[in-house]
T-cell receptor, first 114, second 113 residues
């Protein structure tokens, strides 16, 4: 079974721009979560989607948004990029929503904001 | 905010030795998970232990959970160079994971050949 895929793997953007990251979950997984990883704050939960609906959202500003499509693929968007948004963005999929199940992580998208 | 805090922050041992990492958390949980991350890549799930379990094994991995002390430990026996990675504990929030998994800052493990 193919794992979680994320595109692009690397991205360089300028302050003020916006960016869209994509995540394709493992086949059959309907829950997708997004996490931000930085050296200072570590891994932080962004949001979770299940059946095209956002179930939970972490403590991030409204510039961070996401969506999920009917095939369970998910995108996250960051508008008006700031230098502090430079991070590794990780997507994880699981069979069911919530945190009672093993999460399968993708390789991440490394975003650099200059 | 970080719920789980791993200790030590970094650990360097010789190949073949055992490695023990600890995790403490603050609020009650339904389960605790351990993940491994190799050099800035994605996380790999190692073990999930539920709040009513005290110990769990998977190959060379042994995880314990003490809910009275709000702590967990991960033991890797007979370490190998390939075990070099960062190890994170992750907790849910009691009541269904309303905020996703909460990760600690990790223990960076280096296995010296």
């Amino acid at each position: 079974k193919a794992g979680v895929t994320q595109t692009p793997r690397y991205l360089i953007k300028t302050r003020g721009q916006q960016v869209t990251l994509s995540c394709s979950p493992i086949s059959g997984h309907r829950s997708v979560s997004w996490y931000q990883q930085t050296p200072g704050q570590g891994l932080q939960f962004l949001f979770e989607y299940f059946s095209e609906t956002q179930r939970n959202k972490g403590n991030f500003p409204g510039r961070f948004s996401g969506r999920q499509f009917s095939n369970s693929r998910s995108e996250m968007n960051v508008s008006t990029l700031e230098l502090g948004d430079s991070a590794l963005y990780l997507c994880a999929s699981s069979l069911r929503p919530g945190t009672d199940y093993e999460q399968y992580f993708g390789p991440g998208t490394r975003l650099t904001v200059t | 905010s970080q719920q789980g805090e791993e200790d030590p922050q970094a650990l360097s041992i010789q190949e073949g030795e055992n490695a023990t990492m600890n995790c403490s958390y603050k609020t009650s949980i339904n389960n605790l998970q351990w993940y491994r991350q190799n050099s800035g890549r994605g996380l790999v799930h190692l073990i999930l232990i539920r709040s009513n379990e005290r110990e769990k094994h998977s190959g060379r991995l042994r995880v314990t959970l003490d809910t009275s002390k709000k702590s967990s430990s991960l033991l890797i026996t007979a370490s190998r160079a390939a075990d070099t990675a960062s190890y994170f504990c992750a907790t849910d929030s009691h009541g269904g994971g309303a905020d996703g998994l909460t990760f600690g800052k990790g223990t960076h493990l280096i296995i010296q050949p």
